[in-house]
């Protein structure tokens, strides 16, 4: 149960962490209708500069429904997001094949978009595009680390390739604010025409980890349980055994042990224990946490399996501290015991 909390914890904190990391800007605002990206870019700086006086930077975006088909026929409907490779306003982590946006040959895909359709790097798929009109076919590149979400991440070049125009339409704009308030830059957003939504990345993030703090408390709760439950068990189990061998321990005392060098011996004993119940329960404990992460995974929701080093550790420590509280009550037993009393009931 200690192990499972663990990977249950680790991959959700990793794993949303990676996807806040993922917004590298400060506001996003849709637009109601395809638009030139350079003008589009120019309206928004100039709006938040007359409004607030702020200093903005702004990526024209694209995003829109995809279908995307695979050879077998198998079809998926998400949403495809198009932006500017040479400086795309998206860190992006990327779990296999090429760096996010590193050429224009091909579509990146979310990790969801791989686990649902079952495709991998280097498959050719078909892209059906309604903004277009049009079917396009195209190679995945690589997949990236998107927690929430299953989108088709296109290169702005390919975009417009696609569309034989040599002009990038966006419908979305990606604003960073340099200099100024980002709630103020967002109500200026307000007056800009066209618009029809204006989204507070800091707010989204902010309610998404408030939503996420009823899944932190329980895995806190199912952990603690866990450990609770190891400190009872081996509490126990250690002082029953330190008992049953109460006179053997009393008799290397009359023998001259000191009440140190029994403690020791005790102690590897138990350490060896805790080895060997270590080994074998430490990957049914991460497999068993990684399959209860598993056990919620949606279209557009799932997590990367984690466990990080650290981690390990503190969870061998946690084991120890236990074993180290569970046997202090039967070694104490043993030097309360009566050496005389011992002597007399031995047969040498």
């Known amino acids: 149960m200690i192990f499972s909390a663990v990977a249950m914890w680790d991959s959700m904190q990793v794993n949303f962490a990676t996807y806040n990391a993922i917004l590298d800007y400060d506001l996003r605002v849709d637009m109601s209708s395809f638009q030139s990206d350079t003008a589009l870019e120019q309206r928004v700086q100039e709006i938040a500069a007359a409004e607030t006086g702020a200093a903005v930077d702004v990526q024209a975006a694209l995003m829109g429904p995809v279908t995307i088909e695979r050879p077998d026929g198998e079809i998926f409907d998400t949403v495809a997001?198009?932006?500017?490779?040479?400086?795309?306003?998206?860190?992006?982590?990327?779990?296999?094949?090429?760096?996010?946006?590193?050429?224009?040959?091909?579509?990146?895909i979310g990790h969801n978009v791989q686990r649902v359709l079952g495709v991998d790097v280097g498959d050719t798929v078909v892209?059906?595009?309604?903004?277009?009109?049009?079917?396009?076919?195209?190679?995945?590149?690589?997949?990236?680390h998107y927690t929430v979400g299953s989108p088709v991440l296109v290169p702005r070049s390919l975009v417009m390739e696609w569309?034989?125009?040599?002009?990038?339409v966006a419908n979305t704009t990606l604003v960073r604010v340099q200099d100024g308030d980002p709630d103020d830059v967002r109500d200026a957003m307000l007056g800009?025409?066209?618009?029809?939504?204006?989204?507070?990345?800091?707010?989204?993030?902010?309610?998404?980890?408030y939503y996420l703090q009823y899944f932190r408390v329980g895995i806190i709760v199912f952990g603690s349980?866990?450990?609770?439950?190891?400190l009872a068990v081996l509490f126990n189990t250690v002082d029953g055994?330190?008992?049953?061998?109460?006179?053997?321990?009393?008799?290397?005392?009359?023998?001259?042990?000191?009440?140190?060098?029994?403690?020791?011996?005790?102690?590897?004993?138990?350490?060896?224990?805790?080895?060997?119940?270590?080994?074998?329960?430490?990957?049914?404990?991460?497999?068993?946490?990684?399959y209860l992460n598993g056990a919620y995974a949606?279209?557009?929701f799932g997590q990367v399996n984690v466990m990080r080093p650290l981690s390990y550790v503190l969870g061998v420590l946690s084991m120890l501290i236990v074993v180290l509280l569970a046997e202090i009550p039967g070694l104490r037993t043993v030097q309360r015991v009566d050496l005389g009393h011992v002597s007399k009931s031995q047969s040498f």
Not at 163 to 168: D, L, N, P, Q
Not at 201 to 207: E, F
């Open 225 to 230: 349980f866990g450990f609770i439950l190891t």
């Open 81 to 108: 997001i198009a932006m500017d490779e040479r400086d795309p306003f998206f860190d992006l982590e990327t779990l296999e094949g090429e760096e996010a946006f590193s050429n224009t040959d091909g579509v990146w």
């Open 241 to 290: 055994s330190l008992r049953e061998r109460r006179q053997e321990l009393a008799v290397l005392r009359a023998l001259g042990s000191r009440p140190s060098e029994i403690a020791l011996v005790v102690t590897l004993e138990l350490l060896l224990m805790v080895a060997i119940g270590a080994l074998i329960g430490i990957p049914i404990g991460r497999e068993a946490g990684y």
């Open 192 to 209: 800009l025409s066209g618009m029809y939504a204006v989204e507070s990345v800091s707010d989204a993030k902010a309610d998404l980890d």
């Open 163 to 168: 569309s034989g125009t040599g002009v990038f």
């Open 298 to 300: 949606l279209d557009y």
């Open 127 to 144: 892209l059906v595009l309604p903004a277009f009109n049009a079917r396009y076919e195209t190679t995945i590149q690589g997949i990236v």
